[in-house]
């Protein structure tokens, strides 16, 4: 009777595990639907590390309880070995070569203070002037009327700023310094309201390099959003209005998915059309490392972080949110060397992404 119970609780944690390992699999790999055609399904990369630590549960089980049924989710981590690259790398990090480049990116959030930051615009500027950087580019750059430029002016040589209007409101700013001439800039066209991606043509010793600086559509999730979200999570809230509340973000993360996709198709188009160029693209993609968004621009360019960065690179510091919605790529023009997600400064609601980058 103990070993036909033994044998039925193996088969159902198996095939519970099988389960589970397909899932994850699936679930890796819907950055490969469109999100204007499948707009859920391109959502479900935000359970990816849930499935992650699900089968980490089951491996776990399996090495003290039965350890040749590790080969389940052995195998199930093998079968989805790509996204678990792209969302958790583990790289060899080489010093970069001399002569390099520094880029950093970073979501300032329009500098506004959190209560536990009194002083966010001076830790932030601080931060960019004292960062090493040779190229930075800034999302949410809302200065507000402060000295925020005339002091990261007093650093870098150069500097562009270029408004995001919704009719006459200013709702966004996207800006770049630099210690290298700016030639020329040029709007990237796509349909947004509060968002945008500029590029820049930069003089770079003997070579013109495009920059090209991006903050795609927002999850639009509001504080409360955020808040019942964590709540779900740690399930402190009620089963019925869990469902009901999952359903209505999932409606609103499937809308931003699909607004993000023509917005990333747009600006793989234009890297690709100006391909003749050493290329460095970065900003807040507002979506996940297993997404449309980010896929289709790596297929053009080299994810910096994937090539080169070291863990999950939790960006949008939040929490209850586990993913890097702030990225960085290059063309094969450069190596990257050391992308890191810097969790070092809180003041704002993203951490920075920088990276080193050698001229082939």
């Given at each position: 009777?103990?070993?036909?119970?033994?044998?039925?609780?193996?088969?159902?944690?198996?095939?519970?595990?099988?389960?589970?390992?397909?899932?994850?699999?699936?679930?890796?790999?819907?950055?490969?639907?469109?999100?204007?055609?499948?707009?859920?399904?391109?959502?479900?990369?935000?359970?990816?590390?849930?499935?992650?630590l699900a089968n980490l549960g089951f491996l776990a089980f399996w090495?003290?309880?039965?350890?040749?049924?590790?080969?389940?989710?052995?195998?199930?981590?093998?079968?989805?070995?790509?996204?678990?690259?792209?969302?958790?790398?583990?790289?060899?990090?080489?010093?970069?070569?001399?002569?390099?480049?520094?880029?950093?990116?970073?979501?300032?959030?329009?500098?506004?203070?959190?209560?536990?930051?009194?002083?966010?615009?001076?830790?932030?500027?601080?931060?960019?002037?004292?960062?090493?950087?040779?190229?930075?580019?800034?999302?949410?750059?809302?200065?507000?009327?402060?000295?925020?430029?005339?002091?990261?002016?007093?650093?870098?040589?150069?500097?562009?700023?270029?408004?995001?209007?919704?009719?006459?409101?200013?709702?966004?700013?996207?800006?770049?310094?630099?210690?290298?001439?700016?030639?020329?800039?040029?709007?990237?066209?796509?349909?947004?309201?509060?968002n945008g991606s500029v590029a820049y043509y930069l003089k770079v010793?003997?070579?013109?390099?495009?920059?090209?600086?991006?903050?795609?559509?927002?999850?639009?999730?509001?504080?409360?959003?955020?808040?019942?979200?964590?709540?779900?999570?740690?399930?402190?809230?009620?089963?019925?209005?869990?469902?009901?509340?999952?359903?209505?973000?999932?409606?609103?993360?499937?809308?931003?998915?699909?607004?993000?996709?023509?917005?990333?198709?747009?600006?793989?188009?234009?890297?690709?059309e100006h391909s003749r160029y050493p290329t460095i693209l970065c900003?807040?993609?507002?979506?996940?490392?297993?997404?449309?968004?980010?896929?289709?621009?790596?297929?053009?360019?080299?994810?910096?972080?994937?090539?080169?960065?070291?863990?999950?690179?939790?960006?949008?510091?939040?929490?209850?949110?586990?993913?890097?919605?702030?990225?960085?790529?290059?063309?094969?023009?450069?190596?990257?060397?050391?992308?890191?997600?810097?969790?070092?400064?809180?003041?704002?609601?993203?951490?920075?992404?920088?990276?080193?980058?050698?001229?082939?």
């Amino acid at each position: 009777m103990i070993r036909q119970l033994k044998t039925f609780t193996v088969n159902v944690v198996a095939g519970a595990n099988v389960a589970v390992g397909v899932a994850m699999v699936l679930v890796g790999f819907t950055d490969y639907a469109d999100p204007t055609h499948h707009p859920y399904i391109a959502t479900a990369g935000l359970l990816f590390p849930l499935f992650l630590l699900a089968n980490l549960g089951f491996l776990a089980f399996w090495l003290f309880f039965k350890r040749r049924m590790a080969l389940i989710p052995i195998a199930a981590y093998a079968a989805a070995f790509a996204p678990i690259r792209v969302y958790l790398p583990i790289n060899h990090r080489a010093d970069p070569p001399e002569g390099s480049i520094k880029v950093l990116s970073y979501n300032v959030r329009g500098y506004a203070s959190s209560p536990e930051h009194g002083n966010a615009v001076g830790e932030i500027v601080d931060y960019i002037r004292n960062s090493g950087a040779d190229i930075v580019c800034l999302q949410e750059d809302l200065q507000g009327g402060r000295d925020v430029k005339a002091r990261l002016d007093s650093a870098f040589a150069h500097s562009d700023t270029t408004h995001i209007m919704d009719g006459t409101r200013l709702v966004n700013t996207l800006g770049i310094y630099t210690r290298y001439p700016i030639l020329r800039k040029e709007r990237i066209c796509y349909p947004a309201k509060s968002n945008g991606s500029v590029a820049y043509y930069l003089k770079v010793g003997g070579d013109t390099v495009l920059v090209v600086n991006n903050h795609f559509e927002s999850t639009g999730l509001s504080p409360d959003d955020r808040a019942k979200y964590k709540e779900i999570l740690k399930g402190e809230v009620a089963q019925d209005t869990a469902r009901e509340e999952s359903k209505r973000l999932l409606h609103k993360l499937g809308d931003a998915a699909a607004r993000r996709a023509p917005q990333a198709d747009s600006v793989r188009k234009y890297v690709a059309e100006h391909s003749r160029y050493p290329t460095i693209l970065c900003g807040d993609f507002n979506d996940s490392p297993i997404s449309y968004t980010r896929r289709v621009l790596a297929e053009e360019l080299t994810d910096c972080y994937v090539a080169t960065g070291r863990g999950i690179g939790l960006s949008y510091n939040q929490k209850g949110f586990f993913v890097r919605i702030d990225n960085m790529m290059c063309s094969g023009s450069f190596e990257p060397y050391k992308c890191t997600v810097d969790d070092k400064i809180a003041a704002s609601d993203h951490y920075p992404i920088y990276c080193w980058l050698k001229m082939q």
